[in-house]
């Protein structure tokens, strides 16, 4: 059974840099994609970004392309969302994901049902 835990987020004042990680275990991370997604309240979860297994290929919400950095380092599990210049609405719980049945289709990665296993969240939250 995956397990995916999360760790950073917390309260920044708008301008600031958040760095989040996701450290996955109880299953080889060889082979898997990985994913970002966010939730502000009210609204319903929206994709941020993705990975590829080798870190060559990475895809971000077009709101958030120039601000927010995915990355992963396969030696110790992790991935991470840098996200710089934060702004109030950037304000959410921020999830990370893994596609464990290698899914295809058509941007399949900005998709919440792709993924399998879900991190806790971690709360970001942004004040002016």
């Known amino acids: 059974q995956v397990q995916l835990v999360q760790s950073g987020g917390g309260l920044v004042l708008a301008g600031a840099s958040l760095r989040l990680a996701c450290a996955v275990s109880g299953r080889s991370f060889s082979g898997y994609s990985m994913g970002w997604f966010r939730q502000a309240p009210g609204k319903e979860r929206e994709f941020v970004s993705a990975i590829s297994w080798t870190g060559d290929i990475t895809y971000y919400a077009d709101s958030l392309k120039g601000r927010f950095t995915i990355s992963r380092d396969n030696a110790i599990h992790t991935v991470y969302l840098q996200m710089n210049n934060l702004k109030v609405e950037d304000t959410a719980v921020y999830y990370c994901?893994?596609?464990?049945?290698?899914?295809?289709?058509?941007?399949?990665?900005?998709?919440?049902?792709?993924?399998?296993?879900w991190g806790q969240g971690t709360q970001v939250t942004v004040s002016s």
């Open positions: 994901a893994v596609p464990l049945r290698n899914p295809r289709g058509r941007n399949w990665w900005v998709y919440d049902s792709s993924y399998d296993a």
